[in-house]
């Protein structure tokens, strides 16, 4: 016990002794480091840029071989890598005046990156403006997406669209700004997701879904996956008083007035054992569709015609050259939940889908302003990805009356045949 004693009076001597000691090498070490210090930060900020010139280089030529392909001015992509490096870190603080030159290390747009002071930022105006010109005139010519895909520019949105749409109050920059239109054109339903990836304005406007007018084979099909959707004075049991008998309408003047072929198909599938079932539906169809599509490889358009459900109290109609006449929606399916891409269902058409949707809504902008509801987008798919041109189309609602549904046929046939016609 005694040796414990003494030992442990020996050990808060030695403890005390290696305290003092760290505590004075460290003071001598950080006296040594004001000015060492400084020197050694400087220097690691010089070698990590020319880190990261050399790091961007070795990704753009090694790791994507066929950068050249899709974009051939790899400068620009390198200094995008460096533009965002140096947001991230901006090693100008850490370098005095003459050393934030580095020669041999220029590049394109130096003056734009926080490797320079501000005050040593020295860029008019104009000349900001003249340089923001000189690269949009470049990348007009220089927009490839990867795998070769061009993206349309501005001047590349279909002519008849664009007139369209600029005799209905949009410009061309709110025509393809994607926040503008979603907007003012869409609802996104709670349970799915969509990104400018997959509803770029200028790639789905410069979409051409036109298609030959007249033809002896089936063009266009007209079906319902819910057929026994019906209005508020609709006669029970009544065909012509139902969505099939409003479809009939619609057949007949894409037939007559406009020449193309369509077929009418009126299967039911909303109905189980003689009770109303809609939730199965989609599925149900889904055997018939692609049964009639393989008989009928002609077929190029897919209309589902619908008519919304809604409270009681909401009226769906507006007043078209004195007529009154059922508010329209088109409905996309996304295939897409709330944080991406849903595994478990897929649609290659996705994007004329979409563009089929947005182009007939913009020309009903145009010409029948107050029309068209919205388009709404959900999760789900719809049997939309059985053909490229495929529109799940609202027609009214239950409040509405049979007469104002008829109504939207000759603006709808016209919408449609808007976006599908051929010059010449």
């Not at 005390?16 to 210090?37: E, R, T």
Request: proline share 4%; glycine share 6%.
């Amino acid at each position: 016990m005694e040796r414990l004693k003494r030992w442990d009076k020996k050990s808060r001597w030695l403890t005390f002794v290696i305290a003092m000691g760290s505590v004075g090498i460290i003071c001598f070490m950080g006296y040594n480091f004001s000015y060492v210090g400084k020197e050694m930060i400087k220097k690691a900020a010089n070698q990590t840029y020319i880190f990261f010139c050399d790091i961007t280089q070795d990704i753009i030529e090694n790791h994507y071989p066929n950068i050249s392909y899709h974009w051939n001015k790899k400068e620009q992509l390198q200094d995008a890598f460096i533009k965002k490096i140096g947001q991230i870190i901006p090693l100008g603080f850490y370098m005095s005046n003459n050393e934030k030159t580095l020669e041999n290390q220029t590049w394109s747009g130096q003056e734009d990156y926080p490797m320079m002071q501000p005050e040593e930022v020295k860029v008019s105006e104009e000349n900001e403006v003249v340089k923001e010109t000189e690269n949009n005139e470049e990348n007009e010519t220089d927009n490839v997406e990867a795998y070769g895909t061009v993206i349309e520019s501005q001047n590349e949105i279909l002519p008849q669209i664009k007139e369209l749409s600029l005799e209905g109050g949009y410009t061309l920059e709110q025509m393809t700004d994607y926040e503008y239109l979603t907007n003012h054109l869409y609802v996104i339903d709670p349970s799915t997701s969509i990104t400018e990836q997959e509803l770029n304005p200028k790639i789905l406007l410069a979409k051409d879904l036109s298609i030959e007018t007249s033809s002896l084979d089936p063009q266009i099909l007209i079906y319902h996956t819910h057929s026994q959707e019906t209005f508020i004075d609709s006669v029970p049991g009544k065909e012509e008083d139902s969505i099939v008998g409003v479809g009939n309408y619609l057949t007949e003047i894409l037939t007559n007035t406009y020449g193309y072929n369509v077929l009418h198909h009126k299967g039911i599938y909303d109905m189980t054992d003689g009770v109303l079932d809609r939730d199965p539906a989609y599925e149900k169809a889904l055997p018939d569709l692609e049964q009639i599509l393989n008989d009928n490889p002609s077929i190029e358009v897919v209309i589902d015609l619908h008519r919304d459900g809604v409270d009681e109290d909401v009226h769906l109609v507006t007043d078209i050259d004195g007529v009154p006449t059922a508010k329209l929606m088109f409905f996309n399916g996304t295939c897409r939940d709330t944080v991406g891409e849903r595994t478990d269902i897929t649609n290659p058409y996705r994007e004329d889908n979409l563009a089929f949707s947005l182009q007939m809504a913009l020309a009903a902008e145009a010409k029948y302003p107050d029309l068209t509801r919205v388009i709404y987008l959900k999760t789900n798919r719809y049997n939309q990805h059985l053909r490229s041109r495929s529109a799940l189309v609202e027609v009214g609602a239950q409040t509405n009356t049979v007469e104002e549904a008829y109504n939207a046929m000759p603006i709808l046939a016209d919408l449609i045949h808007q976006v599908i016609q051929r010059d010449g």
